[in-house]
């Protein structure tokens, strides 16, 4: 089994629409224009963040690292923070419950919430939506079994 990102970010993905609010419609892996449309008032999108790898004795382990970027449609000063907050705590409190991100395999582990950004506004064109959004840095270790050629 060599490294694969893309079936752990799957995993994430998965998660995160289990969440109350999210869904097929509104979590997405790298898709911002989705923002333009503005038919939803919340979303999630999954972008890769940085990784390590470092190898041993017939094991290699990656160090891997996604980001959750929460966004809530502005409407008002203090309820859309206030419903952005609620949405970023409900997403940390699925991923908490999940070290493994739902693998089966035993690859994963140690899958944490490493740091949380602090919230921003975000124009996504000129004549608006306008959203607030937090990002959530998410990091998991991936351990493969190696055998090498030489």
Same mark, same amino acid.
């Given at each position: 089994?060599?490294?694969?990102? =893309?079936?752990?970010?799957?995993?994430?993905?998965a998660q995160i629409r289990a969440v109350d609010g999210y869904n097929q419609e509104n979590?997405?892996?790298?898709?911002?224009?989705?923002? #333009?449309?503005?038919?939803?008032?919340?979303?999630?999108?999954?972008?890769?963040?940085?990784?390590?790898?470092?190898?041993?004795?017939?094991?290699?382990?990656?160090?891997?690292?996604?980001?959750?970027?929460?966004?809530?449609?502005?409407?008002?000063?203090?309820?859309?923070?206030?419903?952005?907050?609620?949405? !970023?705590?409900?997403?940390? #409190?699925?991923?908490?419950?999940? =070290?493994?991100?739902?693998?089966?395999?035993?690859?994963?582990?140690?899958?944490?919430?490493?740091?949380?950004?602090?919230?921003?506004? !975000?124009?996504?064109? =000129?004549?608006? =939506?306008?959203?607030?959004?937090?990002?959530?840095?998410?990091?998991?270790?991936?351990?493969?079994?190696?055998?090498?050629?030489?």
């Amino acid at each position: 089994m060599l490294p694969d990102y =893309p079936r752990a970010e799957s995993l994430l993905l998965a998660q995160i629409r289990a969440v109350d609010g999210y869904n097929q419609e509104n979590t997405f892996v790298g898709k911002w224009g989705i923002l #333009n449309n503005g038919k939803s008032a919340k979303y999630a999108i999954i972008r890769p963040g940085a990784n390590t790898i470092s190898y041993g004795s017939a094991r290699v382990d990656v160090n891997w690292t996604s980001i959750v970027e929460i966004y809530q449609k502005y409407l008002d000063d203090g309820p859309s923070l206030t419903s952005l907050e609620g949405d !970023v705590r409900a997403v940390m #409190n699925r991923l908490i419950l999940y =070290p493994h991100m739902g693998d089966t395999t035993g690859a994963i582990t140690q899958a944490a919430i490493t740091s949380m950004a602090e919230p921003v506004r !975000v124009d996504s064109s =000129p004549n608006g =939506p306008y959203w607030l959004m937090q990002a959530l840095t998410i990091t998991w270790l991936e351990q493969i079994v190696v055998e090498y050629l030489e």
